[in-house]
Each structure stands twice: as C-alpha cells, then as structure tokens.
C-alpha cells in the first residue's frame, strides 16, 4: 500500500507531502551514499504519543554519515526537533519515523564532492513489519544464500542506503521461497543478523545474540532487549554462533524497530523448540510492548513525548 502523509520536513522546511520530491540526478538514487534511520512512535497507555529512544536513534544517523564522510549540515539537536516536528505536523499518535540524508544533484561520478547534502524527515502510520499474526505466533525464516557485508567491505555500524540491496537480495530471495525473514550469515558462516532485524536464540535459558563487533547493525532494540533481560535476571551472552545452533536453540527471535520483537518459529523447515514462541520470548516481547506502548514507567528517559 502506497504510504501517504500530510507533511514531509525537508531542509528545514515543513512542506507538503506532493512537494517533497528530488531531481533523477540525484546522487544517491545512483550510487547509494547516503544515510537513514527507522524509529516509532507509539500512543501510550497514558494515552499520550512518544518517541522510542529519538536521541539514540539521531546519535546513529551521524555516525552512520560520520563513516561514510557525509558533512551533516544540521545539528542533532535540529533533527531531533525535526522529527517531534514532522509527528506534529501529521497529527499521527502512532507511526515510523524516517530521516534521511542524501546528496543532491550537481556533480555526477564517484568523486562528486560539491553535491548539495540534504536532509528530509518522513513520517507515516505503518502497522507491524512482519504481520500481527508474525508478532503472535512466530514467522517462518530461511538463512539466505547471500552472506552478509563483510565488515571491510561496507561499513556495518552505519545504517548507509546502499548496504541495503545485500538485505534486499536476501529478503527476495527467501520471500520467493515462501519465508518471511531471511537470516544471513557472515562470510565466515557464522550467524550475523536478519535482513532488517537483530537476532536472538535462547539455549537452556541463556539467551545468545550476535556480538557487536561483528558484521551487524548495533541495533537499537538489540540494546533495548539486552537490559530488559538483565533487569529480570535473566543471562544474556554476546556470542557468535553456528546455523546449527538455531535449529537446536529452544527459542529465536528478530528484533529491530519496525519488526519490534517477532518470534521465529521455524527455520530452514525445521521446527524451533516448540513450535510456538517460548516463555523468554514471550516475557521479552511482553516487557518491549509495555516500554513503547503500555504503562511501563521504567525508562522514561527514552520517551520523547509528542504531545
Ligand atoms: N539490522 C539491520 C540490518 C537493520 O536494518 C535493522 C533496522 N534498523 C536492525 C538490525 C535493527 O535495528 P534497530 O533495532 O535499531 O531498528
């Protein structure tokens, strides 16, 4: 379904949706520089609308355009009001955030320095990436056959437009198959991440993720899901693993902020645990909701509220 908005925040500007568009010279519809972020805003059990973790999302999109030598011509505190702006402006209580930073037109080739950076923060109501039913009852993966980025060859720890064919060409590839998540893994064959999502096993109640010195994003729900397990007590280890060690792990799951936290119930046509998502899975799951959307009080210092 094609997304819509009433407004769209570009360079400064609060314009309308129908005036927000760009020149096909482009530099970035070319060649793939450039730097974006997702972020959400949930409607709360106050009944009031915040951001998830904004600033840590903002620190990311210039550390992305810092690795990829991007001059950002606003500040991060300008995004940040920019964002708040853009959900405001659209009247929306719940919805996916998008900035991205982009160079302009001018200038063509790869050597292209004088290009116009620009910079637009989009906002539209999308409900859950992998499906509801995904979210409840688990999702069917398939480890592609396309590895990850290595991690000299693009940057994983930015989140840069082009890196984004590697997961698309994955995710395609799967989807044709009858997936609905492909999990890659790294040029070494160990398990890296989701096409768009962080992952998790759980073995004997410890629960593994993949450590973040290796070819994934440093996702920002990964950190989430990290402490909200430490706080019940539960063991979290920053591990690299094996393919083999999904199928026999009790529990996996994908997280990431438009997935939010979605149990994978079977990979490679092999059934995980039992079939159904898993009592850490589920408790986590249930933890993440009651932060973003429920009455959780416990880290009010990653909500921005929009009104
Ligand atoms: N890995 C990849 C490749 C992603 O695109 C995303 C989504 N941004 C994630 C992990 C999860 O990151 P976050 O939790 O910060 O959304």
Same mark, same amino acid.
């Given at each position: 379904m094609a997304i819509t908005a009433e407004k769209i925040w570009f360079d400064g500007e609060m314009v309308a949706f129908a005036d927000a568009n760009v020149h096909v010279l482009t530099h970035t519809l070319h060649y793939g520089l450039g730097a974006f972020e997702g972020i959400r805003c949930y409607k709360r059990g106050n009944g009031r609308s915040a951001i998830f973790r904004l600033e840590d999302h903002i620190r990311r999109l210039f550390e992305s355009c810092h690795i990829v030598t991007i001059d950002m011509p606003f500040t991060r505190e300008q995004i940040v009001q920019a964002c708040i702006d853009t959900v405001r402006a659209n009247n929306f209580e719940d919805c996916y955030i998008r900035p991205v930073v982009f160079m302009g037109h001018g200038e063509m080739g790869l050597?292209? +320095?004088?290009n116009k950076v620009r910079v637009s923060v989009i906002a539209w109501e999308w409900g859950s990436y992998l499906g509801d039913e995904g979210l409840k009852n688990g999702i069917r993966g398939k480890v592609s056959s396309f590895s990850r980025n290595h991690v000299n060859a693009v940057m994983a720890k930015g989140k840069i437009n082009g890196h984004y064919v590697n997961s698309i060409l994955a995710k395609r590839e799967v989807m044709a198959q009858g997936y609905q998540e492909a999990i890659m893994l790294d040029t070494e064959g160990y398990v890296s991440e989701a096409s768009g999502e962080n992952l998790f096993i759980v073995r004997d109640n410890v629960i593994i993720t993949t450590p973040v010195? +290796?070819?994934?994003?440093?996702g920002i729900t990964r950190h989430t899901i990290m402490k909200l397990a430490e706080e019940r007590d539960m063991q979290v280890k920053e591990l690299r693993f094996t393919r083999d060690m999904l199928y026999v792990a009790d529990e996996v799951f994908a997280v990431g902020t438009a997935a939010e936290v979605t149990p994978i119930r079977e990979i490679d046509d092999r059934t995980i645990g039992t079939g159904k998502p898993g009592p850490i899975t589920t408790a986590l799951q249930a933890a993440y909701f009651d932060l973003v959307r429920g =009455?959780?009080?416990?880290? =009010?210092?990653?909500l921005t509220y929009v009104n």
């Amino acid at each position: 379904m094609a997304i819509t908005a009433e407004k769209i925040w570009f360079d400064g500007e609060m314009v309308a949706f129908a005036d927000a568009n760009v020149h096909v010279l482009t530099h970035t519809l070319h060649y793939g520089l450039g730097a974006f972020e997702g972020i959400r805003c949930y409607k709360r059990g106050n009944g009031r609308s915040a951001i998830f973790r904004l600033e840590d999302h903002i620190r990311r999109l210039f550390e992305s355009c810092h690795i990829v030598t991007i001059d950002m011509p606003f500040t991060r505190e300008q995004i940040v009001q920019a964002c708040i702006d853009t959900v405001r402006a659209n009247n929306f209580e719940d919805c996916y955030i998008r900035p991205v930073v982009f160079m302009g037109h001018g200038e063509m080739g790869l050597s292209a +320095m004088s290009n116009k950076v620009r910079v637009s923060v989009i906002a539209w109501e999308w409900g859950s990436y992998l499906g509801d039913e995904g979210l409840k009852n688990g999702i069917r993966g398939k480890v592609s056959s396309f590895s990850r980025n290595h991690v000299n060859a693009v940057m994983a720890k930015g989140k840069i437009n082009g890196h984004y064919v590697n997961s698309i060409l994955a995710k395609r590839e799967v989807m044709a198959q009858g997936y609905q998540e492909a999990i890659m893994l790294d040029t070494e064959g160990y398990v890296s991440e989701a096409s768009g999502e962080n992952l998790f096993i759980v073995r004997d109640n410890v629960i593994i993720t993949t450590p973040v010195g +290796m070819s994934i994003l440093d996702g920002i729900t990964r950190h989430t899901i990290m402490k909200l397990a430490e706080e019940r007590d539960m063991q979290v280890k920053e591990l690299r693993f094996t393919r083999d060690m999904l199928y026999v792990a009790d529990e996996v799951f994908a997280v990431g902020t438009a997935a939010e936290v979605t149990p994978i119930r079977e990979i490679d046509d092999r059934t995980i645990g039992t079939g159904k998502p898993g009592p850490i899975t589920t408790a986590l799951q249930a933890a993440y909701f009651d932060l973003v959307r429920g =009455d959780s009080t416990d880290h =009010d210092e990653w909500l921005t509220y929009v009104n």
